[in-house]
């Protein structure tokens, strides 16, 4: 069993920067791929970016990418979302995810074993 919890989210401003983290507990953090989903009002979750185990393979929506890092702190059982030039449309419920799913693509809600649950980030205009 992996619990997780979510911090950093809040508002800010379009082009602005805000960091979020993960913060596992329970078994094993070290096993377990990592990934960050979000979901607007009215929207189905959507993968935003993920972490292998080990932390050499990332993966990023298109809509994200150069824009976003993830990244990961085994020792302190940690994962961080490094969001950066924030647009409007990034304006979601973030949620962090645990997967020990072998061959998972890292990019499907169902591949995910564990959820947090979830910080609000508001990109004004």
């Known amino acids: 069993q992996v619990q997780l919890v979510e911090s950093g989210g809040g508002l800010v401003q379009a082009g602005g920067s805000l960091r979020l983290s993960c913060a596992a507990s329970g078994h094993s953090f070290s096993m377990y791929g990592m990934g960050w989903f979000r979901q607007a009002p009215g929207k189905e979750r959507e993968f935003v970016a993920a972490?292998?185990?080990?932390?050499?393979?990332?993966y990023y929506a298109d809509s994200v990418k150069g824009r976003f890092t993830i990244s990961r702190d085994n020792a302190k059982n940690t994962v961080y979302l490094q969001m950066d030039s924030l647009k409007p449309e990034d304006t979601a419920v973030y949620y962090c995810?645990?997967?020990?799913?072998?061959?998972?693509?890292?990019?499907?809600?169902?591949?995910?074993?564990?959820w947090g649950r979830g910080t609000q980030v508001t990109v004004s205009s």
């Open positions: 995810a645990a997967t020990g799913t072998i061959m998972a693509t890292m990019r499907r809600v169902n591949e995910y074993d564990y």
């Open positions: 972490i292998s185990w080990s932390g050499r393979r990332l």
